[in-house]
């Protein structure tokens, strides 16, 4: 394949060695011979003319391999990439949802909000047990269980969200962790209202 890809080439290459080498060759070969008209010195220009073309044309043959073989490297990825909360589909009110038991979708969120301010205020620790909650009341407590393998975490609520349609809750990391669906992303559960704060 690189046969074929340097028969492309070389008619090319040997255009820019008859440029560089050959045509700058001739033309000091014609002032010489109108000026000398010395036969065995224009022989010898001739050689180092087809000399130095040969040697253009193998010091062309790496580089041209080179970059026939060449391909764009890939971008370099940020390891924390900005990210940017998707747009809200809905956004609803937040009121004295008290209702008992709620279930649903939960989500987790991590590493990109971990640092930054949350609806209420508070700096976001992924490592915390906190959860984010459209209606619930902030500071209020919930029971989540994973209905997948009953699995039991108490979070505060302290986030407004999930803003996907279908999911009831966003749970910080760590709480991910202990339910034991960080891996999957989303995990059926239930949500129980332990201590609603105003």
């Known amino acids: ?14 255009l820019t060695a008859i440029r560089v080498v ?26 180092i003319g087809l000399a130095g073309l040969v040697i253009a044309l193998l010091l062309t043959l790496p ?13 370099k990825r940020d390891p924390h990439p900005p990210c940017f909360a998707p747009p809200p589909r809905h956004r609803p009110k937040p009121s004295s949802d008290c209702s008992s038991q709620v279930t649903g ?14 609806a209420s205020g508070e700096i976001f620790d992924m490592n915390a047990l906190t959860a ?9 407590w919930v029971r989540i269980i994973n209905l997948c393998n009953d699995r039991v975490v108490i979070a505060r609520i302290n986030d407004r969200g999930p803003y ?24 059926p559960v239930r949500i129980e209202l332990i201590d609603a704060r105003p």
């Open 63 to 75: 580089s041209t391999a080179q970059a026939l073989s060449w391909s764009p490297a890939a971008p």
């Open 22 to 47: 050959i045509t700058p060759a001739a033309k000091v070969a014609a002032s010489l011979r109108t000026r000398s008209r010395c036969v065995a010195q224009d022989r010898r220009l001739r050689r």
């Open 132 to 140: 984010a909650r459209a209606t619930l009341p902030m500071n209020s």
């Open 105 to 118: 979708l939960a989500s987790w969120y991590g590493r990109p909000y971990h640092g930054r301010r949350t």
């Open 164 to 187: 996907v349609a279908g999911r009831v809750i966003d749970l910080s990391a760590k709480a991910a962790e202990l339910l034991d669906f960080k891996a999957r992303g989303l995990v």
């Open 1 to 14: 394949m690189l046969n074929r890809q340097l028969l492309h080439i070389l008619p090319a290459l040997a």
